[in-house]
């Protein structure tokens, strides 16, 4: 093997810039020529390549974002559009991929790996979201994030006694308020993985101010409902003086924290040297400390199972 190529796909994560570091050099280091795919997907049907050395991936290791750009893209999931990419590979004369994404990443990988080409993935997504790894990179980096902000809202909550709802990313996952929710000591969590009972969370909310809390922060994972008619119902509920603060994009962006470096760089690693011993079709995964392969197929329209002891330890926790 003398060519393989990188991409970046879906919503952009912190930590992606050193996975593409890790894969950029540790193929370098073990005599592979890297080629970097612009945009995701819609960079193999557009042709849209460049070749990385040591210096294309120099400081970055430290970036949110990712230097290759992503995109989501329709195109890819027509055989036409998935021929044209499979075209254009083979015309820059590229060996295998390693895509860097979330659960939409790996099911365009799936169907490039049926067509011949080599693909091992790696899990990247702030969501969390992605079955049979503990976590994906970015996740680290947002629970930070969202927990940082949780610190700020809860001074001013606390000076003017007020209930805050927090509405988190996370899409259909409640992967980012759980995790944020704990560490912050939020005290009602709102999860779509959770039936939605406002009465109780309004009784906990009235309760705990009763016994003399100055505050009460509810996080709200954004598949849930909408985050203004839940505030606008709670503070009926509660007849206490409710608001909403919408975190929204600042969760996709930030230097990653170490947790997430290191993982991305351990994965990236282990992708490249998974490539040149002949697997293919399989995704990163980090269990307890060690790096495994998945089947894609494993991975494929199967949802992560939420913690659910961590789900009622936050809501011990809280009263
Ligand atoms: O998948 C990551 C994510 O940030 C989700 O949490 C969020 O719902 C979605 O992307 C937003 O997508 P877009 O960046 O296309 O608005």
């Known amino acids: 093997m003398k060519k393989i190529a990188v ?30 795919v612009k945009r995701g997907y819609a960079g193999l049907i557009n042709g849209d390549f460049i070749e990385m050395g040591l210096g294309s991936v120099a400081d970055i290791i430290h970036r949110g974002g990712t230097i ?21 590979m083979h015309k820059k004369e590229i060996e295998a991929l390693i895509t860097i994404g979330g659960d939409g ?10 067509m011949g080409i080599p693909v091992v993935g790696i899990p990247g997504t702030i969501d969390n979201d992605i ?37 988190v990313m996370g899409r259909n996952s409640g992967e980012i308020a759980l995790a944020a929710g704990l560490a912050g000591g939020a005290e009602s969590l709102l999860l779509p993985e959770i039936e939605l009972d406002l009465n109780m969370v309004a009784e906990n909310v009235k309760r705990g101010m009763a016994r003399g809390k100055r505050h009460s922060i509810i996080l709200l994972a954004e598949g849930v409902a909408h985050s203004m008619e839940i505030t606008e119902e709670l503070s009926k509920l509660t007849g206490l003086d409710t608001r909403l603060s919408i975190l929204g994009y600042i969760q996709r962006g930030g230097s990653p924290t170490a947790l997430d470096r290191i993982l991305a760089s351990r994965m990236g690693a282990e992708a490249v040297k998974r490539i040149l011993r002949g697997e293919k079709g399989i995704m990163m995964a980090v269990s307890g400390n060690e790096i495994k392969g998945i089947e894609f197929e494993s991975i494929i329209n ?5 913690n659910y002891d961590d789900y009622r330890l936050a809501s011990i926790l809280s009263i």
């Open 105 to 114: 990443t790996f099911r365009g990988a799936l169907e490039l790996n049926k």
């Open 302 to 306: 199967r949802k992560k199972k939420l």
């Open 68 to 88: 290759l750009q992503t995109a989501r893209c329709d195109e890819f999931r027509s055989p036409k559009g998935r021929e044209k990419a499979l075209e254009n």
């Open 131 to 167: 079955p049979c790894t503990d976590n994906s990179i970015g996740f680290d980096t947002v629970v930070n994030t969202v927990l940082d902000a949780i610190n700020k809202i809860r001074d001013t909550a606390t000076s003017h006694e007020r209930v805050f709802v927090i509405e």
């Open 7 to 36: 991409l970046t796909s879906g919503g952009d994560a912190p930590g992606m810039n050193a996975a593409i570091r890790a894969v950029v050099r540790t193929a370098i280091y073990h005599g592979l020529e890297v080629c970097g």
